[in-house]
């Protein structure tokens, strides 16, 4: 108790100094914050030209950032947010929370990308994977004929799980319900999130897990292990795309504006690729490691509008399928 | 004067009615089993509301008042002494129920730990103690509560008969020779005619009126025979 | 007997501490569904989703109970060495966080697990524990433990005399003693344990291989994240109390519910062993202990390198155990001195209450008044303990009664009432209790992600969150070692308080 009361003495004490200089306050999800990720390093370096106080605040993964500023409503401290994925960019838009972005940059996606309201800060391929002496499949029949076990998240309750779902119903449309019964028999089991199927992928419950492209890059360099790798799938991965927005109700919108130009120059994009583990939004130099990862042949994205109107229908294929 | 006035105590389908006074002085309630000893014991000690009539001390009503409000203290027959209190402790409770003991409370209950043959041991945990040195543990107790009626329920069933003598002994010097009114349940009849003034017999729903211990076994009533089993 | 005057009563403390309860469990839930906007009622999905709940709480309860009889047994009528131990191991798999509990029972029962790698040896085909098969095993490893602790105390509490006369006239102990002692402890026993099991989540759905195993829960969590959908997530939330109402209600019906003591040092000594009862312990032992061993075994190496902010979350872990215990122990007493229908409510209505919806709750109530940063850690702290009480209850509630049985009338006629008896009599009379039911709290808080991750920023990150990020930013060696430590804080605290309930207590 002491301690909480401490800390909030110590907040208290502390904001009249802060009064003097502008403070922005960007939502996003817990791991950009944490000390390994890209948080640190970005706020030292937007704070050393804007004469602000950048503030993150974490709020869980993607969809609780989300639900988060539709609980707080146009009341919210947040000045922007950052790191909604294009499955939740449409449900975000419908809020009414958020404001035009009026960045023009140039942007290195593998798809055209163009939404005047949500900019892309890194993006990344969503993949299967495994380790190297594992054998690679390409494509979802492939991998569904195959004896192979795999562990995919909840679409219900995990972005990249969404994501799975989306790429099943954008290469496969009608055959979606087909490609999930193939696969009932792979998939091991249904994770609640990333981080309970990543560790069950490393504990070796299953062959191959559904993650990212980037993925080995981490166990790369930082763990120095060259045994991981993703799958490129013949008909494209499916790619999640992360971006920023302004909140509407901005009490700084100049700094937030300041900020949005900010995410897509040098400083903040070559932070990314080895703390967010993701690729950077803009043409960078990428850092050593990145070159031997697996890209796919293509890049496969649903519009946010339509991800948005096939999510009811294909979460009910989804289930039926594998309910069986 | 203890009063029990037209006095009715009712336990589901059980009645027992008592209608007398007792003077000062070692009384034995006697009386079978499930005949109510204990029952009137509780309602004289505040624990059973009586269903009609009084309990009356020296003409005062005590309807209504809290057994610790009572001229009343009263030992059970176990769990007399609180196992994570010293000896010293346990009998102070007797005199400051709030443990404050100042030095002169400190010199009283060692006074009274000596007058029960407890000297020295007021440091004591209950449990180091033998049931005998229990027992006077607890009458140090009743000394310093200073109450004028002292009801033991028996409080000395656990005891051997040597023990029990003794503590029967110290009873009737310390307590009954200071003028209290002591009432004592005995499941023993020997008990009653060695050192009892009064025996009031508790059968068949009554508390009979206390009689003299010499007349009323010399010349024992149908009840009291049928007890007796003579 | 019918006694007037029962010493030592907080009837209007209790209320406030009953009104407290209610108002931080089906509050947030009120709040929830005053916030909805859009109504919409259940979906089909969702009963599929409450009949899947039921089903797996209901044969959980009873694996759970039905294997923790004769290893209560076997502890019951068994002194050995490390006993003692093995009974405080018990209480060890419960109070792990869900994914520390549930990579140790992969480590064991999974593909790669030691008990494949050993079939495999003898040339038998891996078994998958993925399916309801996964969900009872990890849910009887959770809850195994707990069983066996309110069914031990059933038999320590059987008299020895009785167990002696049944033995002079040869009559049957399972018969006259143990049945009926059984009859009695089971319902309360089931009813807690399935209670525990309807608001699981976690477990349910990363082993329970697929959509088939989809939680009450979960549903909530998917309405709240995905759909904003706060009206579905309150009724979810409202199906979940009205489940545990009807499960209480026949519970009751049949018994009594009866508590677990902080006692579990008597021995009868009996003559009725069987050797099976070391087969049972040594069993138990095993399931319980080896998936335990593997967590320790993965987080020794990197537990000297974990960086300094992890353990600065041990120590906000530590301050927040600290204050719910305070609070859980407190409300607790309150309500066991009151007892009653209010004592038996507040017993269970926490364990009825999902975890998202409270956080949400809560949130919507705080928001507009402080920045939920600000509290994260007082919030945390009051829900940890508002989780909490239902075991402190259990614990206390026998504990008050039997001190008023033995010393009521005493401290009545001593005027040792109101205050003054809860200092000189109560208190130290409970310190045993006490002690066990803040070492249950102390260890409950410190392992419970709760809802600290929608209020928490880093820096009110608390040990399990911290251990969390850690899994999420690809350290899962640090983050076995921050499993480590969260287990070994648990147990500490644990540990302290229930020796320190023992030291100096008399009888």
Redesign the interface.
């Known amino acids: 108790?002491?301690?909480?009361l401490t800390?909030?003495a110590a907040?208290v004490a502390a904001s009249p100094v802060l009064a003097q200089t502008p403070t922005l306050n960007v939502y996003t999800y817990?791991?950009f914050?944490?000390?390994?990720?890209p948080g640190p390093a970005i706020e030292d370096a937007f704070e050393a030209t804007c004469g602000c106080d950048l503030v993150?605040?974490?709020?869980?993964d993607g969809?609780?950032l989300?639900?988060?500023l539709?609980?707080?409503g146009p009341?919210t401290?947040a000045d922007v947010v950052l790191g909604l994925d294009t499955n939740l960019t449409a449900?975000a838009r419908d809020t009414g929370l958020f404001t035009t972005h009026g960045v023009d940059a140039d942007l290195s996606l593998p798809v055209d990308y163009d939404d005047d309201m949500f900019l892309p800060f890194d993006w990344g391929y969503l993949a299967f994977v495994a380790d190297k002496d594992t054998p690679a499949v390409s494509s979802f029949q492939e991998l569904a004929d195959s004896d192979l076990?795999i562990v995919i998240q909840?679409p219900?309750?995990s972005t990249p799980g969404?994501g799975l779902l989306m790429w099943v119903q954008a290469v496969h449309g009608d055959d979606a319900g087909a490609i999930w019964e193939g696969l009932?028999d792979n998939?091991?089991?249904?994770?609640?999130g990333?981080?309970?199927a990543?560790?069950?992928f490393?504990?070796?419950?299953?062959d191959a897990v559904l993650s990212y492209t980037t993925?080995p890059a981490?166990?790369l360099i930082?763990e120095e292990d060259d045994t991981k790798t993703a799958w490129a799938f013949d008909e494209g991965n499916y790619l999640q795309v992360e971006v920023a927005g302004i909140l509407a109700e901005t009490d700084q919108p100049d700094l937030a504006e300041q900020f949005m130009q900010f995410i897509v120059s040098d400083a903040f994009q070559t932070v990314i690729p080895t703390t967010n583990?993701m690729y950077p939004a803009t043409d960078i130099a990428l850092p050593d490691g990145f070159d031997t990862l697996t890209v796919p042949k293509k890049g496969v994205l649903l519009s946010a509008a339509e991800a948005a109107a096939r999510r009811d229908d294909a979460l009910d294929t989804?289930?039926n399928a594998?309910?069986q | 004067m203890l009063t029990c006035d037209d006095l009715t105590l009712r336990q589901g389908a059980f009645t027992l009615r008592a209608d007398w006074s007792l003077s000062p002085g070692l009384t034995a309630v006697i009386g079978p089993s499930g005949g109510g000893k204990s029952t009137l014991l509780s309602a004289i000690a505040g624990f059973l509301d009586p269903a009609s009539g009084c309990v009356l001390w020296d003409g005062r009503n005590l309807s209504g008042a809290a057994p610790g409000n009572r001229p009343v203290t009263m030992l059970f027959q176990d769990n007399n002494l609180f196992p994570h209190l010293t000896v010293a402790q346990n009998a102070g409770l007797g005199l400051v129920p709030s443990l404050r003991l100042t030095k002169d409370h400190s010199d009283r209950v060692a006074v009274a730990l000596d007058r029960v043959g407890l000297a020295g041991l007021g440091d004591r945990k209950p449990n180091a103690l033998s049931g005998g040195q229990q027992s006077r543990a607890a009458l140090a107790r009743v000394l310093l509560a200073d109450r004028p009626v002292v009801l033991l329920d028996e409080a000395f069933a656990a005891l051997g008969p040597a023990l029990r003598a003794q503590m029967l002994e110290l009873v009737q010097s310390i307590l009954v020779a200071a003028g209290r009114t002591v009432l004592m349940v005995t499941h023993d009849p020997a008990d009653a005619q060695n050192v009892a003034d009064n025996v009031i017999l508790v059968s068949d729903g009554y508390a009979h009126p206390p009689q003299d211990t010499g007349a009323l076994f010399a010349d024992p009533s149908p009840e009291l025979r049928r007890y007796l089993g003579t | 007997m019918a006694q007037r005057a029962v010493a030592i009563k907080a009837a209007g403390p209790a209320w406030v501490a009953a009104a407290l309860v209610l108002a931080l469990t089906v509050g947030p839930l009120v709040a929830v569904a005053f916030r909805a906007q859009v109504g919409s009622g259940l979906a089909a999905g969702d009963w599929a989703a409450i009949r899947f709940t039921i089903w797996q709480a209901v044969v959980s309860a009873l694996a759970s109970v039905a294997l923790a009889i004769p290893v209560a047994r076997a502890l019951a009528r068994r002194r050995f060495r490390g006993r003692a131990a093995l009974v405080m191991l018990l209480g060890a798999p419960f109070l792990l966080p869900v994914i520390v509990a549930v990579l140790g029972l992969l480590a064991v029962f999974g593909r790669g697990g030691i008990l494949n790698a050993m079939l495999g040896t003898i040339g038998i085909d891996p078994i998958s524990i993925y399916g309801a098969a996964g969900v009872i095993l990890a849910h009887v490893f959770f809850n195994l433990p707990l069983a066996v602790r309110l069914i031990l105390q059933g038999w320590l509490d059987i008299p020895a005399e009785r167990f002696r006369l049944a033995a002079q006239l040869n009559a049957p102990v399972w018969r006259v003693l143990e049945w009926p002692m059984l009859v009695r402890v089971l319902p309360g026993t089931l009813l807690v344990i399935f209670l525990i099991c309807l608001t699981s989540f976690a477990v349910a759905l990363t082993l329970g291989g697929g959509p088939r195993a989809t939680t009450v829960e979960l549903a909530i969590y998917q309405a709240i994240r995905f759909d904003f959908d706060l009206g579905r997530a309150a009724l979810l939330a409202a199906s979940q109390f009205v489940l545990c109402a009807v499960a209480a209600v026949v519970a009751w019906r049949i018994t009594p519910v009866d508590g677990l003591g902080g006692g579990l040092d008597r021995v009868v000594a009996r003559w009725d062993q069987s050797p099976l009862d070391w087969l049972w312990l040594g069993a138990v032992t095993l399931f319980l202990v080896t998936p335990l061993a593997m967590i320790v075994l993965r987080g020794v190496p990197g537990f000297l390198d974990m960086p300094a902010s992890v353990w600065t979350a041990a120590g906000r872990s530590i301050a927040v155990a600290v204050g719910s215990t305070v609070i859980s122990v407190s409300l607790a007493l309150t309500v066991a001195l009151r007892g009653g229908a209010i004592a038996q409510v507040i017993g269970v209505t926490p364990l009825a209450s999902s975890a998202l919806v409270m956080g949400t709750g809560l949130f919507i109530i705080v928001y507009p008044v402080v920045s939920p940063t600000v509290v994260a850690l007082p919030v945390t702290m009051v829900v940890n303990a508002m989780l909490a009480l239902p075991f402190a209850l259990r614990v206390l509630i026998p504990a008050v009664q039997d001190v008023r049985q033995n010393y009521a009338r005493l401290a009545a006629t001593l005027n040792l009432t109101g205050w003054r008896g809860l200092r000189i009599v109560m208190l130290p009379r409970l310190r045993r209790p006490l002690g066990f039911a803040a070492g249950l709290s102390a260890a409950l808080s410190m392992g419970d992600l709760g809802v600290i991750a929608l209020f928490a920023t880093d820096a009110q990150e608390t040990l399990p969150l911290a251990m969390y990020r850690l899994m999420g930013a690809y350290r899962m060696e640090t983050a076995a070692s921050a499993a480590l430590l969260l287990v070994a804080l648990s147990l500490l605290a644990f540990w302290i308080c229930d020796k320190g309930g023992r030291v100096d207590a008399d009888l």
């Open positions: 108790m002491k301690t909480t800390s909030v907040i817990d791991s914050t944490s000390e390994w990720g993150f605040t974490g709020a869980g969809a609780a989300l639900a988060r539709q609980l707080e009341r401290d449900v076990s909840d219900r309750s969404l009932a998939i091991v089991t249904v994770t609640p990333w981080t309970e990543y560790n069950l490393l504990e070796g419950e299953a993925s981490y166990h930082a583990w989804w289930r594998l309910s």
